[in-house]
């Protein structure tokens, strides 16, 4: 395997791992406020109907963002309504979500583009443009670290960097900020933090809020950069394997990043090895590599991954007391 072929599967596994490093840091928030949040899927779903959808009548990729966060911020809100504010099942709430984005972004796809489903093409001016990183071009001939720096760091869509910027801003609010403190800390012990005078309720909304913009804009990702529009099931289980990878990252930030990219590369080569000829891939099933990711899930959500520790009050509804 030459240095281009690295290259090529390295810058891959960068572009279709952000989807899922943003879907889990989303995760990340809720869960650490003690809400656990199945419906990932649905909302990055949703988002990507919705953005795509947007962008496609405006023709603005701004709008299309837009509408994806504010989708799944939407989605978010049904889910704190549930399971907060009404202490219900979070479980079963994130599993409707699931099922009510599967089947209403289909029924709205054809009801307003009829195409089955899917929306239009989007133009130009309606998807995600990459950025060229400053002298890109200028070190491209250098060995070794001008196709790293060039081909491999540079020409990424902007949710990309943003996506990897907000893995050590996400740590850095999580222990370094009062909100951060104030997060985990509902996630622990939240009866604990509301002796302290501080709202369980509101801290757990916000958490919940947080994790709707980051999933809107994975499933905007999806739908705008990735895809050239909105076509049925697309997000493909990507918000299981980000949840699994929550789990696998022990619901930390930095192993949530190294997971994301692991997870990231099995599905980069699947796609790769459809599209070129690999020794070492000639004697493997196409079908095969393609559950890779999914594979790993399984044998990871299966308990293969040590000891998870989430937090104490995760899944648990507050009551409070009087």
Not at 27 to 47: F, N, P, Q, W
Not at 209 to 217: D, E, N, P, T
């Amino acid at each position: 395997m030459d240095t281009n072929t690295i290259v090529v599967l390295l810058q891959s596994t960068i572009r279709v791992s952000v989807p899922l490093i943003l879907t889990a840091l989303a995760g990340l928030y809720a869960e650490r406020s003690g809400v656990v949040d199945i419906g990932l899927e649905g909302k990055m779903l949703a988002a990507a109907f919705a953005g795509a959808a947007t962008a496609a009548v405006t023709g603005s990729a701004i709008t299309g963002i837009g509408a994806a966060m504010l989708v799944s911020v939407a989605f978010s809100l049904v889910h704190g309504y549930a399971s907060i504010s009404q202490r219900g099942d979070q479980i079963v709430s994130g599993t409707a979500i699931n099922f009510i984005a599967a089947g209403a972004t289909v029924i709205l796809g054809q009801a307003w583009f009829a195409q089955g489903g899917r929306t239009p093409a989007l133009s130009a001016d309606a998807r995600l443009s990459t950025y060229k990183l400053p002298g890109a071009d200028a070190v491209r001939d250098v060995p070794v670290l001008g196709p790293i720096y060039s081909d491999l760091l540079s020409g990424h869509y902007l949710l990309t960097y943003f996506a990897f910027a907000m893995v050590p801003i996400t740590w850095w609010v999580l222990y370094r900020t009062r909100f951060g403190l104030r997060l985990r800390a509902v996630g622990e012990n939240p009866g604990a933090v509301d002796t302290a005078g501080i709202s369980v309720v509101r801290m757990r909304y916000l958490a919940v809020i947080c994790g709707g913009m980051l999933c809107g804009l994975a499933g905007a990702y999806l739908s705008m950069a990735l895809a050239n529009g909105f076509v049925k099931n697309m997000s493909a289980g990507r918000g299981f394997i980000a949840l699994a990878a929550l789990v696998f990252a022990n619901w930390k930030p930095k192993n949530i990043l190294i997971t994301c990219l692991l997870f990231g590369f099995l599905d980069a080569l699947s796609i790769y090895s459809q599209n070129a000829d690999l020794p070492i891939m000639s004697s493997i099933p196409d079908q095969a590599i393609q559950a890779l990711p999914y594979v790993l899930t399984v044998i990871l959500l299966a308990g293969f991954i040590g000891k998870a520790s989430p937090p104490k009050a995760s899944g648990v509804p507050y009551v409070k007391e009087r």
